[in-house]
């Protein structure tokens, strides 16, 4: 009883548990069609009897001569009979009950099955809903290792297949089993010596029901889990196509998902065998025991034990007794290959975000309106703790003032701008903004006042007038005009087929890295949030697209605190100061000139950077 006590509870708290509970009027009416089900299948073969033993004690009566050998005769003979003694009605009431069975019988199946899909929809699409929700906002650091693929089918595939699982559960439990039980249970009422052998084979059935489902569970498991796999890389190679083109990698994809497909395909081929095997042992052992039951019944009348419609009592029980257990085979087999899309889904619900890395704190709050003052207090972080990319970091920026960070590559400059968006929390220390903790802050009411622009120019597949409103939604025409003319983007978007109604492909598709860094700009712009944050905002431009996007950038943080992360020197020579990194920690700090006199790591980047410009040129 603990055991079961325990698992009751974990299917109420999982995804499927918690969207019944917001539907349990529906399933409910689902449940009671069901049971009524099962009384009219209990209650069916008694008219049926009373019509067999009562007609067959009649005809005996009227055929007692026996002179009556014609085809003719008899019916002429037995209707006279019929009509004589008033058995012709009984028949027709007999008759009259069955029909209103069935048809009581159809109805309740008609609606039963149109509310069971409506249930089955709407609790995939909380589960799908919740699911996502959870997926979404967890933090950043766990999408760096988990496969997109992998997630996308959790979310889109697997949760379809819940469906199967709630469907199975509630006919196994409230219309399958009930009507065992019940069958059982009026057998041996009617004749206990007849029911045992109604009675011994359900035991077997369900141990050969179980025995080859859980090796047909354990299969479609493995198969799931590469079939996860598969989707993550086929995502991955569509994603990352030029690359693998430029590499000539598609020989090596396309032998490495052939071998992943013969491994899935190798595990689903197992999960039919074992699903073949159980069907044919039910089959043979719903023949035997038809024929054995059939036999001890005709040994039971010629005994006098037992009347024909007795007899037709237990063989049509013997039918509906059955169709249940062939229901749960069917059901426990599909159970068996979508319990493991559960077990996927409960791997997600049940991630817990404060274990994973930044994401709001209970208690927090909203954020006041900043005012932009910024402060890194004896920060220390590493993606791996073991491995710190920031070492101590301290760093004041002024409100409405203009900051560059400078350095190599992997001195801890980006680092710094995400744990100021919060992707990421200091392993020690404290990222501040206007003198709080941003801990403190929702996630929401913190990001909404950065204007933030990436060197990956996240483009979506929309239109270009929907890529700028992402940062404002339900910002009217004119003030996407406005944003998109202040990032100097509304010449080329005018230069497009339709406009700012331009459908851009995936990923940006058919816009140069000059445009999408624009558009990116355009949302900053739009956004119009005390707080820019830039990271490499020019970085992979020609000399013409550098320029605009530089002169955009300077429009863009005028009267707000500008902090910029970039390796082109050039571009933040008016900034009001130049924090210069090296192995995670600051080396210098001033204006260009002063870094310049001072002669030191800026001044070597700075000449390095002016060769390299003076060798291209001339190039």
């Given at each position: 009883?603990g055991?079961q006590?325990k698992?009751?509870?974990?299917l109420?708290?999982s995804?499927?548990?918690?969207?019944?509970?917001e539907h349990w009027?529906l399933a409910?009416w689902?449940s009671?069609g069901?049971?009524?089900?099962?009384v009219?299948?209990?209650?069916?073969?008694w008219?049926?009897?009373?019509l067999?033993d009562?007609?067959v004690q009649?005809v005996g009566h009227?055929?007692?001569?026996?002179d009556k050998?014609g085809?003719l005769?008899f019916i002429v003979?037995?209707?006279?009979?019929?009509?004589?003694?008033?058995?012709?009605?009984f028949?027709?009431?007999g008759i009259?009950?069955?029909?209103?069975i069935y048809?009581?019988?159809?109805v309740l199946?008609?609606?039963q099955?149109?509310?069971?899909?409506?249930?089955?929809?709407?609790?995939v699409?909380?589960i799908r809903e919740?699911?996502?929700?959870?997926a979404?906002?967890?933090?950043?650091?766990?999408f760096e290792k988990?496969?997109?693929?992998d997630?996308?089918?959790?979310i889109?595939?697997d949760?379809a297949d819940?469906q199967?699982?709630l469907?199975s559960?509630?006919?196994i439990f409230?219309?399958s089993?009930p009507?065992i039980?019940?069958i059982?249970a009026v057998?041996?009422?009617?004749?206990?010596?007849?029911a045992?052998?109604l009675f011994?084979?359900?035991?077997?059935?369900?141990?050969v029901?179980y025995?080859?489902?859980?090796?047909t569970?354990?299969?479609?498991r493995?198969?799931?889990?590469i079939?996860?796999n598969?989707?993550s890389?086929?995502?991955e190679a569509?994603?990352h196509?030029?690359?693998i083109?430029?590499l000539?990698?598609?020989?090596?994809?396309?032998?490495?998902?052939l071998?992943?497909?013969?491994?899935?395909?190798?595990?689903?081929?197992?999960?039919?065998?074992f699903?073949g095997v159980?069907?044919?042992s039910l089959?043979?052992?719903i023949?035997?025991?038809?024929v054995f039951?059939?036999f001890?019944?005709i040994?039971?009348?010629?005994h006098g034990?037992l009347t024909v419609?007795q007899?037709?009592?237990?063989l049509s029980?013997?039918?509906?007794?059955?169709k249940?257990?062939?229901e749960i085979?069917?059901?426990?087999?599909?159970?068996?290959?979508s319990?493991?899309?559960?077990?996927?889904i409960?791997?997600i619900a049940?991630l817990?975000p404060?274990e994973?890395?930044a994401?709001?704190?209970?208690?927090?709050?909203?954020?006041?309106?900043?005012?932009g003052?910024i402060?890194?207090?004896?920060?220390t972080?590493?993606?791996?703790p073991?491995q710190?990319?920031l070492r101590?970091?301290d760093?004041?920026i002024?409100?409405?003032?203009?900051v560059?960070l400078?350095g190599?590559s992997?001195s801890?400059?980006?680092?710094?701008?995400h744990l100021?968006m919060r992707?990421?929390d200091?392993?020690?220390?404290?990222?501040?903004?206007d003198?709080?903790?941003i801990?403190?802050f929702?996630?929401?009411?913190l990001r909404?006042q950065m204007?933030?622009v990436?060197q990956d120019?996240y483009?979506?597949r929309t239109t270009?007038?929907?890529?700028?409103a992402?940062?404002?939604?339900g910002a009217?025409r004119?003030?996407?005009?406005?944003a998109?003319?202040?990032?100097q983007a509304?010449?080329?978007?005018?230069?497009?087929?339709?406009?700012y109604d331009s459908?851009?492909g995936?990923s940006?598709?058919?816009l140069?890295g000059?445009?999408?860094?624009?558009?990116?700009?355009?949302r900053?712009?739009?956004r119009?949030?005390p707080?820019?944050l830039?990271?490499?905002p020019t970085?992979g431009l020609d000399?013409?697209s550098?320029?605009?996007?530089?002169?955009?950038?300077n429009r863009?943080?005028?009267?707000?605190?500008?902090?910029?992360?970039?390796?082109?020197l050039?571009t933040?020579?008016d900034?009001?100061?130049i924090?210069?990194?090296?192995?995670?920690?600051?080396?210098?700090k001033g204006t260009?000139?002063?870094?310049?006199?001072?002669?030191?790591h800026?001044r070597?980047?700075w000449d390095m950077q002016q060769?390299e410009?003076?060798?291209s040129?001339r190039a």
């Open positions: 009883m055991q006590g698992t009751r509870r974990r109420l708290d995804q499927l548990g918690m969207a019944l509970k009027g409910a689902v009671a069901m049971m009524a089900q099962t009219l299948t209990l209650v069916q073969p008219p049926v009897q009373a067999i009562h007609v009649m009227v055929q007692g001569s026996g050998t085809l005769e003979a037995s209707t006279k009979g019929f009509l004589h003694t008033g058995t012709l009605a028949v027709f009431r009259a009950l069955l029909l209103a048809l009581m019988n159809a199946i008609y609606f099955s149109i509310s069971l899909v409506q249930l089955g929809q709407r609790v699409l909380r919740n699911l996502f929700a959870q979404i906002a967890l933090p950043h650091s766990f988990a496969r997109t693929g997630l996308t089918s959790r889109s595939t949760t819940v199967d699982v469907e559960m509630i006919t409230v219309r089993l009507t039980i019940g059982l057998s041996f009422v009617l004749d206990w010596v007849y045992l052998t011994l084979v359900v035991p077997v059935v369900f141990w029901n025995f080859f489902t859980r090796l569970r354990e299969e479609i493995r198969q799931r889990r079939e996860g598969m989707a890389t086929v995502q569509f994603y196509h030029k690359a083109a430029t000539s990698m598609e020989q090596d994809l396309v032998a490495d998902f071998e992943s497909s013969q491994r899935s395909a190798s595990h689903g081929e197992k999960a039919g065998r699903q159980l069907s044919a089959d043979f052992l023949g035997a025991t038809s039951v059939l001890v019944g040994l039971r009348i010629v034990c419609g007899l037709m009592v237990f029980y013997l039918n509906s007794l059955f249940p257990i062939r085979s069917k059901f426990t087999g599909r159970i068996a290959k319990s493991a899309a559960l077990e996927r409960e791997e049940r817990n404060m994973i890395g994401t709001e704190l209970p208690g927090s709050v909203e954020a006041p309106p900043f005012r003052d402060r890194f207090d004896a920060v972080f590493g993606y791996d073991h710190p990319v101590d970091f760093l004041r002024e409100a409405g003032r203009k560059a400078v190599d992997g801890g400059k980006s680092t710094a701008v100021l992707l990421y200091p392993l020690h220390g404290q990222v501040r903004i003198g709080r903790d801990r403190s929702k996630l929401a009411s909404s204007a933030i990436l120019s483009i979506f270009i007038a929907d890529n700028i992402v940062s404002k939604p009217s004119s003030e996407i005009m406005r998109a003319a202040a990032a509304e010449e080329f978007i005018r230069e497009l087929p339709d406009g459908q851009v995936e940006g598709a058919g140069s000059g445009q999408k860094r624009r558009l990116a700009i355009a900053a712009f739009l119009n949030a707080i820019v830039l990271d490499e970085a000399a013409a550098e320029q605009k996007v530089t002169e955009a950038v863009l943080g005028r009267g707000k605190t500008t902090v910029i992360v970039t390796h082109q050039s933040v020579t900034a009001d100061l924090v210069v990194l090296s192995g995670g920690r600051i080396v210098e260009h000139r002063e870094l310049l006199e001072k002669g030191e800026y070597y980047l060769q410009t003076t060798v040129t």
